[in-house]
């Protein structure tokens, strides 16, 4: 019982505190940030991060894991990031990220032509 116990703290302990996890993001967006941080010798941190504008489907899940990650982005909140990339960075116009947040804006201008 005691055992049981300790286990079950132990593993909660690990699965807590880290954003990303939490959130449920997909492996390879951890891993794209992951590997954004150790890049070395790119002169512009963005280019850096223009392989997460394809590994993340989300905007949602983009925030998640940017969360564990403030320094990368400038301390820029995750979703303007994202969304003023996808609109100035021809490099990610057409990446998995930009579809999702268009089609975001797409049902929401939808949306409101219906109430008006």
Not at 77 to 84: I, K, L, Q
């Amino acid at each position: 019982m005691i055992l049981a116990a300790a286990t079950t703290l132990l593993l909660g302990g690990c699965a807590g505190g880290d954003a990303a996890a939490s959130s449920g993001a997909s492996a390879g967006c951890v891993k794209a940030f992951e590997d954004a941080t150790k890049l070395e010798g790119v002169s512009d941190t963005h280019e850096a991060l223009f392989p997460v504008f394809d590994a993340c489907t989300t905007l949602d899940e983009f925030a998640a894991v940017a969360a564990d990650h403030p320094d990368l982005l400038a301390y820029v909140d995750p979703e303007t990031y994202a969304r003023n990339g996808c609109q100035y960075r021809p490099e990610v116009a057409d990446s998995t990220l930009c579809a999702s947040a268009a089609a975001l804006d797409e049902e929401a201008d939808e949306a409101e032509e219906a109430e008006g």
